[in-house]
């Protein structure tokens, strides 16, 4: 059987994953009886939430005498650390872009990066159904980006159809006939995509998705280079420098078929599998036969932009709401991420409570939270900083990314301005159809953490914002932080309606009545910039002249919600995110208010020094 091998790369809700699903039912990988999830390849309960794809998944469909292995990309620049890994499996790309938004930076990301492995692209237009398709600027914003970022003549003569993941159909034509359904993309790829390469020598393959399965242990899957593979065979694993890490047996093989795997006995070169065995081979190492000395060339992955601490949760009321709490579970549930996810690294501190975590984004790092707290998990995390490097000459440098944020244009002067505030630097302003703009600025990753939720509320939720790696450049200097101090809690128990009411002119509350609170914990937002400590749990003192019930109806303005994401951009140094199976709660680092002022005093020392 021949086979073709080729990665789908797509912007966020551009519709890549909808399109799978289309390739998997006609192509008949799905049985007629077989009830299928709406957006089959998005397996992981925050990815459906979300509507992102923070996985590389890979499946396969069979047409006409080939197997073609289709293999979905992250289209997230945080998780941009499989996108190299994945792009090095296969031969070709279908870029797929929406017919009214363009090409997006995303989709810029990945594109550029398929064009750097020198893959040549398949281009689908998709959504042409859409009332404000633009289909004819699409395909030559499509052919600037391409030439902009490199691209050979060969890679710029690429082939074009048009359709609706949605409904199932593409064509050569705008129009088109529909009658066909996918056939012209199957026979498109057949005809355009090369054979994989196969090199002659005994068994090698890079390993380039890791994940972990409770019955075969670590499941590595990667592309065959060269020679076939067996069941049971004796295999050995070397790191990127040929230092050899062991030498085991391949407990299974597993072949891509639909959107299962299937166990196979032999696997041939050229093929995309998966084999479990092996205890410590990880990503970017080559699986290889005992004969073979010299490890593959394995793509180099960028360096993480933001850390953030993970503490253990030593709140009055840790343990209450989750299970797992102790740092040893804490340590080998980040370990065990770490991987299979190859953009993250982890560092013990070395009193053994704490762990630095540093990742792409705070997306990256949201997720691994969130996914962390639906397990049962508490912890509590520090505000996300920015991994600083130091220059051939000693200066100090940070990352910047490249921000391009289309808004309507009643709102672009207020993003200019906010923009700016953040040390940004305008790079671009053009108009991107039905009165909106796009912008574009190059601004230090520390400006932007936590920019998205006041973007949002400063453009009524009509802004897209989309961000990627740009380079280290110099420091920028010091950044506006928050302006308002914090309403702490100087007691334990349960807040009172009556205690918050007599506070609200201090400035807005973060928690609502009857929630449990502890000293130390922050329950509101002060009007002024210095911290204020509170009691809320100062109930109404009755007496004999008034009725007890009369004044028990108090009207309370509805507290701020926070969400992890904001929660994280906004909380200061000195205070941290306590997160539980059912709570957010913001907390000052040290609750006892003799030794924050203790804190306050050295660190005042250390910076007057």
């Not at 794809?53 to 941009?80: C, E, M, Q, Y």
């Not at 790079?427 to 520390?446: C, D, K, M, W, Y």
Request: glycine share 8%; proline share 5%; aromatic share 4%.
């Amino acid at each position: 059987m021949k086979i073709r091998n080729i990665a789908i790369i797509a912007h966020v809700d551009h519709g890549k994953t909808t399109l799978v699903d289309q390739l998997l039912r006609q192509s008949g990988s799905f049985r007629d009886n077989q009830r299928v999830a709406e957006r089959a390849m998005d397996s992981n309960d925050l990815e459906k939430e979300r509507g992102i794809t923070i996985l590389a998944k890979a499946t396969s469909v069979d047409w006409k005498d080939t197997r073609i292995n289709i293999v979905d990309t992250p289209g997230h620049a945080d998780f941009g650390g499989e996108v190299e890994r994945i792009l090095s499996m296969v031969d070709s790309a279908i870029v797929l872009v929406d017919a009214a938004e363009g090409p997006m930076p995303q989709t810029k990301f990945v594109v550029g990066k398929a064009l750097k492995v020198g893959l040549k692209p398949i281009v689908v237009i998709n959504k042409i159904d859409r009332p404000d398709a633009r289909h004819v600027e699409v395909v030559n914003e499509v052919f600037d980006l391409f030439a902009a970022l490199d691209a050979t003549d060969e890679q710029l003569d690429f082939p074009i159809l048009y359709g609706s993941g949605r409904d199932g159909w593409v064509s050569e034509n705008p129009e088109g006939p529909k009658d066909q359904q996918l056939a012209p993309l199957f026979d498109l790829v057949i005809k355009h995509v090369p054979e994989p390469t196969v090199h002659p020598g005994p068994f090698r393959m890079i390993g380039t998705i890791l994940e972990a399965n409770p019955f075969l242990g670590r499941i590595i899957t990667g592309r065959i280079e060269s020679g076939t593979l067996k069941s049971n065979q004796a295999v050995k694993v070397l790191h990127h420098d040929g230092t050899q890490i062991e030498t085991g047996r391949i407990s299974k093989i597993l072949a891509f078929r639909g959107l299962e795997r299937q166990p196979i006995d032999e696997a041939q070169a050229g093929d995309i599998v998966a084999i479990a065995g092996l205890s410590k081979g990880t990503v970017a190492d080559t699986f290889c036969d005992l004969a073979v000395t010299e490890a593959l060339h394995a793509q180099p992955i960028d360096p993480p932009t933001v850390t953030m601490s993970f503490l253990v949760n030593d709140s009055p009321l840790a343990g209450t709401e989750g299970d797992k709490v102790t740092s040893r579970v804490i340590r080998d549930r980040l370990l065990r991420e770490a991987e299979g996810n190859v953009a993250l690294k982890i560092e013990e501190s070395p009193d053994k409570d704490s762990f630095f975590v540093s990742g792409r984004g705070e997306l990256q790092l949201a997720v691994l939270i969130e996914t962390m707290r639906r397990e049962g998990f508490e912890i509590a995390v520090s505000r996300p900083r920015v991994v600083m490097q130091n220059g051939e000459n000693g200066e100090l440098l940070e990352p910047v990314e490249e921000v391009v944020i289309d808004v309507d244009e009643e709102h672009a002067g207020v993003v200019v301005q906010k923009m700016s505030e953040r040390k940004a630097e305008m790079v671009e302003l053009r108009p991107s159809g039905g009165n909106r703009q796009r912008i574009v600025f190059h601004a230090p990753t520390r400006g932007l953490i936590g920019y998205q939720s006041e973007l949002l509320t400063d453009t009524r939720g009509t802004a897209v914002m989309n961000r990627l790696f740009h380079a280290y450049q110099p420091y920028k200097g010091e950044l506006p932080g928050r302006t308002n101090g914090v309403l702490i809690s100087n007691e334990q128990g349960e807040a009172v309606a009556y205690a918050m009411w007599n506070l609200e002119d201090r400035g807005p509350m973060v928690i609502d009545p009857g929630v449990k609170v502890y000293q130390g914990m922050i329950i509101g937002i002060h009007s002024r910039d210095n911290d204020l400590e509170v009691n809320v749990l100062k109930g109404k003192k009755l007496t004999n002249i008034r009725a007890a019930g009369k004044d028990e109806a108090v009207k309370l303005t509805p507290p701020i919600r926070m969400t992890l994401e904001r929660a994280l951009a906004w909380i200061q140094d000195d205070e941290l995110v306590e997160v539980t199976p059912k709570t957010i709660r913001l907390r000052k680092l040290y609750l006892d208010p003799n030794e924050r002022k203790r804190f306050e005093k050295s660190a005042k020392v250390v910076g007057a020094a």
